[in-house]
């Protein structure tokens, strides 16, 4: 780069030209700003239809719960035939069946687990006299409360539905059931 001393005759054109120079180097250039173009006039139905008209899926609406489809998968089992008159007959129809809480389940449970709590249970504690305890808890709940899906039997135990479906096989092995 080829720099070339300027020569001024006077101070008054130094002066001019340092100001020339700091307006072009250091203060912006004023361009001319786009004015926006108003929006097209669009009709205040047509938005409303659009949102009506998409159908969010089950899962995203937030209608179902995680394992409502367990759920539902039951009660389509459940129920065996319709008769003619429309009422709904399942295999072993008879009177309604009063379910047992997890609570008394497990409290029953632990009579055999002596210095083992709840609490102990719903720990995340992996000790050896929590661990049989707990699986056996997991086991009866399932067996006795077939409405209950494995997720909100983990729920309960604070766990993951593998961790009671690990806990069912290992006391079914244990016991020799098949």
């Known amino acids: 780069m080829i720099v070339s001393a300027m020569e001024f005759t006077s101070a008054a054109e130094m002066r001019s ?14 361009r001319p700003v786009a004015m926006a173009k ?16 998409k159908q969010l899926p089950a899962w995203e609406s937030g209608l179902l719960t995680f394992d409502a489809h367990v ?11 319709f008769s003619i008159s429309g009422s709904v007959r399942s295999e072993g ?12 389940i497990v409290i029953e449970v632990l009579e055999n687990f002596p210095g083992v709590n709840i609490d102990n249970i719903q720990s995340h504690r992996r000790t050896r006299d929590i661990i049989p305890a707990r699986q056996e808890s997991m086991f009866e709940v399932y067996m006795q409360r077939p409405d209950l899906s494995l997720p909100m039997i983990g729920r309960w135990f604070r766990r993951d539905h593998t961790t009671v479906l690990h806990a069912v096989k290992k006391v079914k092995a244990k016991r020799g059931i098949a």
């Open 93 to 104: 129809w008879s009177a309604p069946k009063v379910r047992r809480s997890i609570d008394a």
């Open 38 to 53: 108003p929006a097209p006039q669009v009709p205040t139905v047509e938005p409303i239809r659009r949102f009506f008209a």
């Open 71 to 81: 759920v539902a998968y039951r009660v389509a089992l459940s129920i065996s035939s």
């Open 17 to 30: 030209h340092a100001a020339a120079v700091h307006a072009r180097l250091l203060k912006p250039i004023a």
